[in-house]
Nanobody, 119 residues
Framework: QVQLVESGGGLVQAGGSLRLSCVAS????????MGWYRQAPGKQRELVAA???????NYVDSVKGRFTISRDNAKNTVYLQMNSLKPEDTAVYYC?????????????WGQGTQVTVSS
């Protein structure tokens, strides 16, 4: 089993910053992509940012220039630095890790952390 635990969410005013962390533990074999998703009330879950095992990031257009994803492979941890936060960034943020074993891929999710941005 693999567990993902997020932390760092909270309440912040518009223009503020938060840093999310997600630590993977358990039967870790090979972590490929790690990513952050978010889901606002009444909306579908969407990809915010992802980072490959080699460190190549990609972002949804709405967060480009404001959010930065990074990872520490030695610690099985992925981070999301969120700057210039806007009320529309309010959502539950979920961490996802894609692991590979014997040519098969397995996705694991964290429990989510709430981010609330007040105007």
């Amino acid at each position: 089993q693999v567990q993902l635990v997020e932390s760092g969410g909270g309440l912040v005013q518009a223009g503020g910053s938060l840093r999310l962390s997600c630590v993977a533990s358990g039967s870790i074999f090979s972590i490929n992509t790690m990513g952050w998703y978010r889901q606002a009330p009444g909306k579908q879950r969407e990809l915010v940012a992802a980072i490959s095992s080699g460190g190549s990031p990609n972002y949804v257009d709405s967060v480009k220039g404001r959010f930065t994803i990074s990872r520490d492979n030695a610690k099985n941890t992925v981070y999301l630095q969120m700057n210039s936060l806007k009320p529309e960034d309010t959502a539950v943020y979920y961490c996802k890790a894609r692991l590979s074993l014997l040519s098969k891929l397995y996705d694991y999710w964290g429990q989510g952390t709430q981010v609330t941005v007040s105007s």
